[in-house]
């Protein structure tokens, strides 16, 4: 497999058609998309690695298909991303992940994360990263804290407005 770049364990790349199946996988496990509205259809999947593959081929960088190096395993995504929804911090570039379940609890998305932002910000130039989070989403701010983002806000994400649970959302930073 070739890789845009890697880190100790991970593999990063752009999408193919046959990661679209696993990350339909995730996307309607429950457990995975705990702090979303809801999981998501096989429709929307191919949707979303439609909009990556673009950005990519567009921008240098999207939520990366992420493998496991030893096994060349997929196991989800981890990368940066243009988000435009209406907040006084948009248009940005923020920083995500979504692992499937079985490669949780070992670093991988931290570990992920850290090297996506390093890529980010020196290889690509980037002067600003975001990342954003419901609030009870205390896996998420953990990771965020640990590869070096510094809370700046709570907001009201728009897409949540409605959804007590998942709003609001905490706003962190990572400057080049």
């Known amino acids: 497999m070739e890789y845009l770049f890697t880190s100790e364990r991970l593999g990063f ?10 990350l339909a996988e995730v996307n309607a496990d429950p457990v995975v998309m705990e702090f979303f509205p809801s999981i998501q259809g096989f429709q929307q999947t191919v949707d979303f690695v439609r909009r990556m ?12 298909a992420v493998d496991k190096l030893d096994r060349e395993e997929w196991i989800g995504f981890i990368g940066l991303s243009d988000q435009d929804y209406k907040a006084d911090f948009t248009p940005c570039i923020d920083i995500g992940w979504r692992l499937k379940q079985s490669a949780w609890h070992n670093g991988f998305a931290t570990e992920g994360a850290k090297r996506c932002m390093e890529y980010g910000l ?16 205390a ?9 070096g983002m510094v809370k700046v806000s709570e907001f009201d994400h728009p897409a949540l407005r409605e959804d007590t649970r998942l709003n609001p959302c905490i706003l962190y930073l990572k400057e080049g």
């Open 13 to 22: 790349r752009n999408w193919q058609e046959a990661d679209i199946p696993m």
């Open 53 to 64: 593959q673009k950005q990519f081929a567009e921008k240098g960088y999207c939520y990366f």
């Open 139 to 147: 896996r998420s701010e953990h990771i965020m804290k640990s590869i």
């Open 122 to 137: 020196t290889n690509l130039g980037l002067l600003k990263v975001f990342a954003v989070a419901p609030k009870i989403n």
